[in-house]
């Protein structure tokens, strides 16, 4: 992927989704033999109502002007679930945007209002990131819950560096490949969706000279646009905890990349005990209003 477009990343998606659909599941014949495994370009057109030459055209990155309908087509032919499919038509808005010369998402600054925010959740532990997932705030839970990692001097605050970069990682997350996953696919579909970001193109640069596992994800193509689950860590104050998270956009500008990400435990439940104790000792340990 260049700074200019998002060509490349419509092309690898494309291409991977493709090849992991079997003529069986789209209701072909299998046909002769095959040299590699999914369908062939001429199928996914036959499938979506395309010539042939024009499904070529769009694999190589060719998406901006495509319309809805069309990538509707493109999309059942392709088995895209909900998610992908609304990858898709981000990708042909970004690939628009880049051919009408409209600016990138902006470094805009965190309005005071949303840290007021973070500081009246008293009882989750929350922080904002931009789409490089670098950490601009948090709460006084959310460092104590991710002290382990801002503690560190190789993450430099960047949730995606800590994951793929600092040893502590694989204890402090009990799931550890299913967190990579997660922040892997996270980071592809912010690429494809705003392809002139330098900055996180350099991050993914970055870890993918430095971790094979960050590469071997990235190869993957696989993409997330909602963010929220359970995940389990482990906690240097009260070991195991297990919390609920969600992530979403904030609307603090147009061109702005700011998310809210926050954990919280079920009202009476021992995570909700343990993440008192989290509290209690982020006090002692930083004092208050640090």
């Given at each position: 992927?260049?700074?200019?477009?998002?060509?490349?990343?419509?092309?690898?998606?494309?291409?991977?989704?493709?090849?992991?659909?079997?003529?069986?599941?789209?209701?072909?014949?299998?046909?002769?033999?095959?040299?590699?495994?999914?369908?062939?370009?001429?199928?996914?057109?036959?499938?979506?109502?395309?010539?042939?030459?024009?499904?070529?055209?769009?694999?190589?990155?060719?998406?901006?002007?495509?319309?809805?309908?069309?990538?509707?087509?493109?999309?059942?032919?392709?088995?895209?679930?909900?998610?992908?499919?609304?990858?898709?038509?981000?990708?042909?808005?970004?690939?628009?945007?880049?051919?009408?010369?409209?600016?990138?998402?902006?470094?805009?600054?965190?309005?005071?209002?949303?840290?007021?925010?973070?500081?009246a959740m008293t009882?989750?532990?929350?922080?904002?990131?931009?789409?490089?997932?670098?950490?601009?705030?948090?709460?006084?839970?959310?460092?104590?819950?991710?002290?382990p990692m801002l503690?560190?001097?190789?993450?430099?605050?960047?949730?995606?560096?800590?994951?793929?970069?600092?040893?502590?990682?694989?204890?402090?997350?009990?799931?550890?490949?299913?967190?990579?996953?997660?922040?892997?696919?996270?980071?592809?579909?912010?690429?494809?969706?705003?392809?002139?970001?330098?900055?996180?193109?350099?991050l993914i640069d970055?870890?993918?000279?430095?971790?094979?596992?960050?590469?071997?994800?990235?190869?993957?193509?696989?993409?997330?646009?909602?963010?929220?689950?359970?995940?389990?860590?482990?906690?240097?104050?009260?070991?195991?905890?297990?919390?609920?998270?969600?992530?979403?956009?904030?609307?603090?500008?147009?061109?702005?990349?700011?998310?809210?990400?926050?954990?919280?435990?079920?009202?009476?439940?021992?995570?909700?005990?343990?993440?008192?104790?989290?509290?209690?000792?982020?006090?002692?340990?930083?004092?208050?209003?640090?």
């Amino acid at each position: 992927m260049t700074g200019k477009d998002n060509r490349a990343a419509v092309r690898d998606f494309l291409a991977s989704r493709r090849g992991r659909i079997s003529p069986a599941q789209a209701g072909l014949p299998h046909g002769l033999r095959r040299r590699v495994p999914g369908l062939r370009r001429e199928e996914v057109a036959m499938l979506a109502g395309v010539s042939s030459e024009w499904y070529r055209r769009l694999e190589k990155g060719h998406i901006a002007g495509v319309s809805e309908e069309v990538l509707d087509a493109v999309a059942r032919a392709l088995q895209l679930d909900d998610e992908e499919r609304t990858y898709l038509f981000e990708l042909s808005r970004a690939a628009r945007q880049v051919t009408r010369s409209r600016r990138c998402r902006a470094a805009e600054p965190l309005p005071p209002q949303v840290r007021w925010m973070l500081d009246a959740m008293t009882m989750s532990a929350a922080f904002v990131t931009n789409g490089r997932w670098d950490v601009l705030a948090g709460n006084a839970l959310g460092r104590a819950l991710f002290a382990p990692m801002l503690a560190g001097d190789v993450a430099r605050d960047n949730l995606a560096r800590y994951h793929f970069l600092d040893p502590g990682a694989g204890h402090f997350y009990d799931d550890w490949a299913g967190a990579a996953d997660t922040v892997v696919a996270l980071l592809r579909a912010e690429a494809g969706r705003f392809p002139c970001d330098a900055g996180l193109r350099g991050l993914i640069d970055e870890l993918s000279a430095a971790s094979t596992e960050f590469g071997r994800r990235w190869a993957a193509h696989d993409i997330l646009l909602r963010n929220h689950g359970v995940k389990r860590f482990r906690h240097p104050v009260v070991g195991t905890i297990e919390l609920a998270y969600h992530s979403m956009e904030l609307p603090t500008a147009a061109d702005a990349s700011h998310r809210l990400t926050s954990y919280a435990a079920e009202p009476g439940s021992a995570a909700e005990e343990q993440l008192r104790l989290i509290a209690s000792w982020s006090m002692i340990d930083t004092g208050p209003g640090r």
